[in-house]
C-alpha cells in the first residue's frame, strides 16, 4: 500500500484543517497498481513556508492556494519549475478565471480548484492527481529500465563480436604479410578459421533479427496445418552431415505427422536451434534423440543428447539473452547465446514453454510445449503485412 504525501499551502487556517481532516482516511484503488493508495497531509501557511518545507522533502502532491501574503502561489509556482522538483501541483484560490488557470498551466500545474470546494470534489481532484502522478513516474521508471536494458544489450552485443572481429583482422593481417611461411596449407586452414568465424558472426545477426522481430511484434507470419515430423526430418537432414563427421547419430521418434496450426519457419527455428545445440555440445560418437508427441491439444518437442551436459545453476541461466555456458569443455564451441532464448519466446508465443534438465557429462534434455490450435494467441502478436 502506497502512501502519497501531500502539502497543502493555504493562508487560512481553516481551510489547511479542512482538506487534512477531508483526506485524513482517504483511499483510492487504482487499475494500474496491486492495492491502494493512502494520503498523508503536511500544512504550510506561506508560500515561503511552502518552498521550505519543499527543500526539507518534497512532497507527492501540492495543494497551492493562489492568494498569499508575500509570496504568490504562481510565484511559488515558478520557484518550483525553477528548482526542477518532482512535484504535482493543483491551484487553489476564490478567484477562479481562465486567465489564472492558463497562467498556473504555463507555469506547471496540474489542475485547478476553485473555492469554495465541497469535500467531494477535494477527493475526485486528490483521486485524479494520485492516478496521474503514479502512471507518470512509471512511465519514467519504464523508460530509465528501457534505456539501461539498451545500453546493456549494446555492451554485450559489442563484447560477443569483438572476439570474432578480432580473430578475423589477425588472421587477415597474417595472410597480407605473409607471415606464416610459404606453405599454402598454413594459410587455407587460417582462410577456413576466419570462415568459421564470420559464419558465427552472421549467424548472431541472423538470431538478433529473429529475436527483434518477435519481440517487436513485427515478425511476419503465415499459420497453417502443418506435420511437426516432417518440419524435424528437414531439420535433422540440415545437421546430419556436421554429425556424421564426429560419429553422432540422429534418431526421430514420431509415430504420426503430429499435426498443429503453426508458421513453419518459427517451428523450424524451434527444432534448428534443438538439433543443433544436440549435436554441437554432443561428445563424439554420441546420438541425439528427437521425440514428437500430442496429448490433447498440446504438442511437445524433446530434444536429448548424450553430451557434456551443465549444472543445475548453469541449466537456470540458459534461456536468458546471450546466455553461454562458457567453461573449459565449451571454449571452442561457437554460438550467439540467443537461440534457446529465442526458442523460450517462440514457446510463449504458442501458449507453451521451454525447459532443460542436464546432468554435468552425461547429457541434457530441452523440452518445448506448444499449443497444437493458438490461432487466437497467434493472432494476437501478429502484426500486419511488411509491404
Known amino acids: 500500500m502506497d502512501t502519497l504525501r501531500i502539502l497543502v499551502v493555504d493562508d487560512e487556517p481553516g481551510m489547511r484543517r479542512g ?24 500544512q504550510a501557511e506561506s508560500g515561503e513556508e511552502a518552498l521550505e518545507r519543499i527543500a526539507a522533502s518534497c512532497p507527492d502532491i501540492l495543494l497551492l ?19 526542477q522538483r518532482d512535484v504535482l501541483t493543483v491551484m487553489i484560490t476564490a478567484y477562479a478565471s481562465l486567465e489564472t488557470a492558463v497562467s498556473a498551466t504555463k507555469r506547471g500545474a496540474y489542475d485547478f480548484l476553485a473555492k469554495p470546494f465541497t469535500p467531494e470534489e477535494l477527493k475526485t481532484t486528490i483521486r485524479k492527481a494520485a492516478g496521474h502522478l503514479i502512471v507518470q513516474r512509471q512511465a519514467r521508471q519504464l523508460a530509465r529500465e528501457k534505456r539501461q536494458l ?23 593481417n597474417l595472410l597480407k604479410n605473409r607471415s606464416a611461411g610459404d606453405d599454402p596449407a598454413v594459410y587455407d ?30 515478425k511476419k507470419r503465415e499459420l497453417t496445418e502443418l506435420s511437426v515430423r516432417e ?16 560419429n553422432i547419430t540422429i534418431n526421430l521418434r514420431a509415430d504420426d505427422p ?14 534448428n536451434n534443438l538439433i543443433s545445440n544436440a549435436v554441437k555440445y554432443n561428445r563424439d560418437g554420441g546420438s541425439v534423440d528427437v521425440a514428437l508427441t500430442r496429448n490433447d491439444e498440446t504438442v511437445t ?20 539473452d546471450f546466455v553461454r555456458i562458457k567453461n573449459a569443455k565449451t571454449r571452442n564451441i561457437l554460438g ?9 519466446k517462440l514457446a510463449n508465443m504458442y501458449g507453451g514453454d521451454a525447459s532443460v534438465t542436464s546432468e554435468p557429462d552425461k547429457g541434457s534434455t530441452f523440452t518445448v510445449t506448444l499449443r497444437a490450435h493458438s490461432q487466437a494467441q497467434a493472432d494476437s502478436h501478429a502484426s500486419p503485412r511488411d509491404p
Request: net charge negative.
Open 19 to 42: 482538506v487534512a481532516r477531508a483526506l485524513q482516511d482517504f483511499r483510492v484503488r487504482l487499475p494500474d497498481l496491486n492495492g491502494e493508495v493512502l494520503f498523508a497531509v503536511d
Open 65 to 83: 492556494d493562489h492568494k498569499l501574503p508575500g509570496m504568490s502561489g504562481l510565484d511559488v509556482l515558478d520557484r518550483i519549475a525553477e528548482q
Open 150 to 172: 539498451r545500453f546493456e544489450f549494446i555492451s554485450v552485443l559489442a563484447h560477443e563480436l569483438k572476439a570474432p572481429l578480432g580473430a578475423i583482422e589477425g588472421y587477415l
Open 189 to 218: 586452414r587460417m582462410i577456413e578459421r576466419a570462415l568459421i568465424r564470420a559464419e558465427g558472426m552472421r549467424k548472431m545477426i541472423m538470431d538478433l533479427l529473429d529475436l527483434t522481430r518477435i519481440e517487436s511484434g513485427k
Open 231 to 246: 518440419v524435424a526430418q528437414n531439420s535433422i537432414e540440415t545437421f546430419r552431415p556436421d554429425a556424421m563427421k564426429r
Open 258 to 271: 503430429v499435426m498443429m496450426t503453426a508458421d513453419r519457419g518459427e517451428i523450424e527455428i524451434i527444432l
Open 301 to 320: 518437442i524433446t530434444v536429448t543428447d548424450t553430451g557434456i551436459g551443465m549444472t543445475r545453476e548453469e541449466a537456470a541461466r540458459l534461456f536468458g
Open 336 to 344: 550467439s547465446g540467443l537461440g534457446l532464448s529465442i526458442v523460450r
